[in-house]
């Protein structure tokens, strides 16, 4: 009989490339699948009209949808024996995304390093998200806390952290070609806020929160097929660290991006993820709250601007609250910093 091996720490080799299986082609029932469990209003994204009048031939998929779809390639090589997804960097939306198409998915060690306890480590790699046409479509770097086959120090091991950027340069995002800037409508989105009315530093409140079932969670994850067991296994889990499963960090940016459209219903992608924290856990039966503040602003073309945001989760706290990023208190989840493009007024 032949069972299936997962990776542990000791498994992993630096400058290692993983080419993961099972490309996923994106259906319509995936999209409405992400809709009802997120919620998300962004226009683009769920109005054929809207985006047709607006040059795209077809509806793109959410930005979080096609991270979430690449990223789910990955797990089953990473994610098995994580105990945690630590954070992200570099996260580049390179192209987008439709309905038929069909994305895979390669990583590469670069970076490993012993945790202290020896019971863990952290391996840090690169992956790249494809189309069928060998189009890159997103790249990333990420952290994730691994468990060990074997506890204790490893002899001779030596730590590798590598150096990771701290940003997606302006002159690296995706722009629009033939975009009808002409064409867009606050009543269509919602909003009248274009990219000169925000103000650096200017805080907003999203207001909406969102109590996480327990089926939604894993229902939302299903979806791209992340079958890490931390999330699905409560015969394991209850004799973990929290007693029981927890959710996905990446269900928490999903859920606060969708909640950032009452205030942003105009930034209508995501060029880049700077960085991210899941800075705590999450379980169901949690209420997340977002808000977001503009950290910078930069004039792209005529057409779009671009804003640089901080947005935080917080889980059963609605107050609103931006503080240093090694000072977050236990109710804050998510910490993430990203660019979008929202259009400037016609």
Excluded at 295 to 316: D, M, P, Q, W, Y
Aim: hydrophobic share 35%; proline share 3%; charged share 25%.
């Amino acid at each position: 009989m032949k069972n299936f091996k997962s990776r542990y720490f000791e498994d992993y080799k630096l400058n290692d490339e993983i080419p993961h299986s099972v490309p996923r082609t994106i259906t319509e029932g995936d999209v409405a699948i992400y809709l009802a469990t997120t919620g998300s209003r962004f226009a683009l994204n769920y109005s054929k009209e809207f985006s047709k009048s607006l040059g795209f031939q077809r509806i793109p998929l959410d930005d979080i949808l096609v991270f979430h779809m690449i990223f789910g390639r990955t797990v089953p090589d990473l994610s098995l024996n994580a105990i945690a997804n630590l954070g992200y960097a570099g996260v580049n939306f390179k192209k987008p995304v439709f309905v038929g198409d069909t994305v895979s998915a390669t990583s590469k060690i670069i970076g490993l390093k012993e945790n202290s306890n020896g019971k863990t480590g952290t391996v840090y790699v690169e992956s790249v998200g494809r189309n069928q046409n060998g189009e890159i479509v997103l790249s990333y770097f990420r952290w994730l806390m691994m468990r060990k086959k074997k506890e204790g120090m490893i002899d001779s091991f030596e730590n590798q952290v590598p150096s990771l950027p701290e940003r997606v340069q302006t002159n690296a995002f995706y722009i629009p070609e033939n975009f009808k800037s002409s064409k867009w409508s606050s009543e269509v989105t919602g909003s009248d806020s274009f990219f000169e009315d925000y103000g650096v530093d200017e805080e907003i409140h999203h207001l909406d929160g969102q109590t996480i079932e327990e089926a939604e969670h894993q229902i939302a994850t299903r979806l791209y097929q992340n079958n890490a067991r931390v999330h699905f296994n409560q015969h394991v889990e209850k004799s973990g660290r929290f007693g029981r499963r927890i959710i996905y960090g990446g269900y928490i940016i999903s859920l606060a991006r969708a909640i950032s459209c009452n205030g942003l219903a105009n930034a209508f992608k995501i060029s880049a993820i700077h960085s991210g924290k899941h800075s705590a856990p999450t379980f169901a039966g949690d209420t997340i709250y977002a808000w977001s503040k503009v950290v910078e602003k930069e004039k792209i073309n005529e057409n779009f601007g671009t804003l640089f945001l901080r947005t935080i989760a917080s889980k059963n706290d609605s107050k609103i609250s931006f503080p240093e990023k090694d000072k977050l208190s236990e109710n804050i989840v998510l910490d993430l910093e990203y660019s979008v493009l929202i259009p400037t007024k016609v």
